[in-house]
C-alpha cells in the first residue's frame, strides 16, 4: 500500500438504524434513554441530532460508534451489524480526548499504527496530510497543552480522519469552544466533508449549528429518548451560520422542538 | 549560573563555618570532625580502595533489588486497577505493607536467607514494591475513562491499551511512586547494612558501622557524605530527566 492510494477517499457507508432500545439503570430507577429508535442515514449524508440532553441523541451514536451496546434492536453499516468498535467508524469526542504524553504528530499517528499495510514513513505522510488539511502543519511537535481549544479539537479531528474512516461520529465537538472558533471550525468542516466524502452524524443541542452543519436534522424527545421529527436542509454549501436564510431554518425547528418540550410538560402536569 | 553561584556560595560558607567552629574549640574534634579531617579520610579511602569497593556493593544491592521490585510492582498495580478482586486483597496487603518500614523484614530476611546478598536483595524490594505498586494503581484509576474510549474507537485492544494508554496515561504517578521507593529502598538498605554484617560483601552501611565502632567520626562523617552524594545523584540522573518530560508534555509546572 502507498500513500497515495492511503489518501484516497473511500466510499463513505450506509447506516441502517433498527428499533434501537437502550436503559440505563439510576438511582432513581429506570431511564430509558433510547425507545425503539430506528434511523436511514444515506452514504456520504451530513446529520445532525438534536435535542434537550437526557434525549439518548450520544447514547445513539455511542451504539453506533459500538463503544456500548443496544438492549434491543442492531445497527447496521453497509449492511453488518456492528458489534464493537471499527476503524471505519471513527469518533470525535466533546472533550478532545487527545493523549498528552504524546505530540500533535504522535497523537494523530495513533490510530494509523494500528492500521496494518503502511510503514514508518508512510504513516508519517499521512498524518501530516491531516494535520494539513486542519491547518496545523505547523505544530507537528507541539505538545497538547500548548495548543488551544480549537485547535486540539483540529487535531482530534485530524487523529479521527487519518485511519480513512467511512463515517465519522462527532458528539457535541464544537460544545465547549467559543463562539468565534465555533464558527471557524463550521467552514472547516463543510469544506472537509465535501473533500472526504464522509457520513457524518454529527449530535448538537444547538439548533442553529445543526441548521448549518446538516443535510438534515432530526429531532430527539427524552424520556423515553425517541425521534420526533425529520427536517431536510436544502440550502446552498457552504453555509454561513449568521445567514438569514438559516436563521429561518433554525426558528422554524427551535420552534418545534419548544412545543415538544411543552407538551412534554403538559403530559407530566396531567 | 547566578543559582549556580548561590549553591556554590552557600556551601562554601557553611563548610567554611564548621572548620573554624571545630578549629576554635567549640567542640571537641572527637565529637564532630572537622572538614579536613573527613576530607583526609576520603582521600585515604579513594587511594586504598576501600570506598569504592563499598560503594559498587552497596549500588549493587540497590539497583538489583530496585529493579526487580518495579518490574513486579509495575505489573501488580495493573492488576490491582483492573480488578476490584485484587484492590480489595492485594491492594489493601499492598497498603498495610507500605506503611511497615522496610528494615522490619531485616530478621526474617536473615533467617530465610541467612547473611547473604539475597537479604539484602529482599529487604530492597520490599522497600521498593509496595510504593510502585500503590502508585501505579492509584495512577490507572485516575485516568480520563474517556482515554481509553477513544483508543478503542482506533483499533486498540487488551495489551496494547495497556502499554500504549493505560502506562504512560499514568505516568505522572508511577513516577512519583518509583521516586518513593527508590528513597524507602535507600534508606531500608541503609539500616539493614548497619543493622547486620553481610558475609558476602561490605557495603557503605558496614564502612560506617566499622568507623563507629572504631570511634573513628570522620569516617562516620565521610561516609554519610558519600551516601548524600549518592542520592544527590541518583535523583539529578535518574528522575530529574523523567520529571523534566512530564512537565513539558502534561503542561504542569517546573523549569
Redesign the interface.
Known amino acids: 500500500m502507498t500513500v497515495q492510494t492511503e489518501l484516497v477517499n473511500v466510499a463513505p457507508s450506509k447506516l441502517s438504524v433498527g428499533e434501537v432500545s437502550k436503559r440505563f439503570r439510576s438511582k432513581s430507577g429506570v431511564v430509558q434513554a433510547l425507545d425503539r429508535v430506528s434511523l436511514d442515514i444515506a452514504e456520504g449524508e451530513f446529520i445532525c441530532l438534536v435535542g434537550p440532553s437526557g434525549c439518548g441523541k450520544s447514547t445513539l451514536l455511542n451504539i453506533i460508534?459500538?463503544?456500548d451496546t443496544a438492549d434491543e434492536g442492531s445497527v447496521l453499516c453497509d449492511g453488518t451489524p456492528v458489534t464493537g468498535?471499527?476503524?471505519e467508524?471513527?469518533?470525535m469526542?466533546q472533550?478532545h480526548?487527545l493523549?498528552?504524553?504524546?505530540?500533535v504528530l504522535s497523537n494523530v499517528l495513533?490510530?494509523l499504527k494500528?492500521?496494518p499495510g503502511l510503514t514508518r514513513s508512510e504513516r508519517i505522510d499521512v498524518a501530516r496530510f491531516y494535520l494539513k488539511l486542519v491547518g496545523l502543519e505547523k505544530f507537528q511537535r507541539s505538545?497538547?497543552?500548548?495548543l488551544s481549544g480549537g485547535m486540539k479539537q483540529r487535531v482530534a479531528l485530524a487523529?479521527a480522519l487519518a485511519?480513512n474512516p467511512r463515517v465519522l461520529l462527532m458528539d457535541e465537538p464544537f460544545a465547549a469552544l467559543d463562539a468565534l472558533t465555533r464558527e471557524q471550525l463550521y467552514g472547516d468542516i463543510q469544506r472537509i466533508w465535501q473533500e472526504r466524502k464522509k457520513t457524518i452524524v454529527f449530535v448538537t443541542h444547538n439548533v442553529r449549528e445543526a441548521v448549518c452543519l446538516g443535510d438534515r436534522v432530526v429531532l430527539f424527545s427524552p424520556h423515553p429518548g425517541r425521534i420526533r421529527e425529520d427536517f431536510k436542509i436544502d440550502l446552498p454549501r457552504p453555509r454561513d451560520i449568521n445567514s438569514v436564510d438559516l436563521a429561518q431554518h433554525s426558528a422554524h425547528i427551535t420552534k418545534a422542538l419548544k412545543n415538544l418540550l411543552n407538551t412534554r410538560e403538559d403530559e407530566v402536569a396531567e | 549560573m547566578k543559582r549556580f553561584i548561590y549553591a556554590t556560595a552557600f556551601f562554601a560558607v557553611l563548610i567554611v563555618t564548621w572548620e573554624m567552629l571545630v578549629r576554635a574549640r567549640v567542640w571537641s574534634p572527637i565529637v564532630l570532625p572537622s572538614p579536613s579531617m573527613v576530607g583526609e579520610y576520603l582521600i585515604a579511602a579513594v587511594a586504598d580502595g576501600s570506598l569504592f569497593e563499598a560503594s559498587v556493593v552497596t549500588l549493587k544491592r540497590l539497583v538489583l533489588g530496585y529493579l526487580f521490585g518495579i518490574a513486579l510492582g509495575l505489573p501488580i498495580g495493573l492488576i490491582t486497577a483492573r480488578f476490584q478482586v485484587c484492590k480489595d486483597t492485594i491492594g489493601m496487603l499492598a497498603l498495610g505493607l507500605q506503611t511497615l518500614p522496610s528494615v522490619c523484614w531485616v530478621p526474617l530476611a536473615l533467617l530465610w536467607f541467612g547473611q547473604t546478598e539475597s537479604a539484602m536483595f529482599f529487604v530492597v524490594v520490599m522497600g521498593t514494591l509496595w510504593s510502585v505498586v500503590i502508585a501505579t494503581e492509584t495512577g490507572v484509576r485516575t485516568i480520563?475513562p474517556?482515554?481509553a474510549?477513544?483508543?478503542?474507537?482506533?483499533?486498540?485492544r487488551g495489551i496494547?491499551t495497556w502499554i500504549?494508554?493505560m502506562l504512560?496515561?499514568s505516568?505522572p504517578f508511577v513516577v512519583s511512586g518509583m521516586k518513593q521507593g527508590w528513597a524507602f529502598a535507600w534508606r531500608s538498605l541503609m539500616a539493614a547494612e548497619i543493622y547486620v554484617t553481610i558475609l558476602t560483601g561490605f557495603g557503605l552501611g558496614h564502612l560506617l558501622h566499622y568507623g563507629r565502632e572504631l570511634h573513628a567520626m570522620e569516617q562516620v562523617t565521610g561516609v554519610m557524605l558519600i551516601i548524600v552524594m549518592i542520592g544527590l545523584l541518583a535523583d539529578k540522573v535518574m528522575f530529574s530527566p523523567w520529571e523534566r518530560f512530564l512537565h513539558?508534555?502534561?503542561?504542569t509546572q517546573g523549569k
Open positions: 460508534a459500538g463503544l468498535p471499527g476503524r467508524r471513527m469518533v469526542f472533550e480526548a493523549f498528552p504524553w504524546l505530540d495513533f490510530g494500528l492500521k505538545n497538547i497543552h500548548e487523529r485511519p | 480520563p474517556i482515554y474510549r477513544a483508543a478503542r474507537t482506533m483499533g486498540s496494547h500504549h494508554v504512560p496515561a505516568l513539558r508534555r502534561w503542561g
